[in-house]
């Protein structure tokens, strides 16, 4: 878990490099590491409604672990408006 959520930073890092800049001159990152655990530790059933973290688990289970990734993924896009509004 430890790994893939290292790798899911980097992923993000890739695919959303102002909202990651954001983050760091907000000083957050090292929560953003926190949350990427949680979220792969519980599979999401922690930090998403129940309907959410049913579908990610059917495609988890259908697809594999790379559905992590891609529903992380997803989410941050999802609340990339919200992040960047924060200061």
Known sequence: ????SSVLLVLFKQHFPVMHKH??????VHFLNNLLYKWFVSLFIQNTSEDVSL???D??????SQVLFQAS??????????ILSVS
């Open 55 to 57: 579908f990610i688990w």
């Open 59 to 64: 495609c988890f289970f259908l697809n594999g």
């Open 23 to 28: 983050l760091q001159e907000l000083n957050f």
């Open 73 to 82: 993924l997803a989410l941050f896009s999802m609340m990339e408006p919200d």
């Open 1 to 4: 878990v430890i790994i893939d």
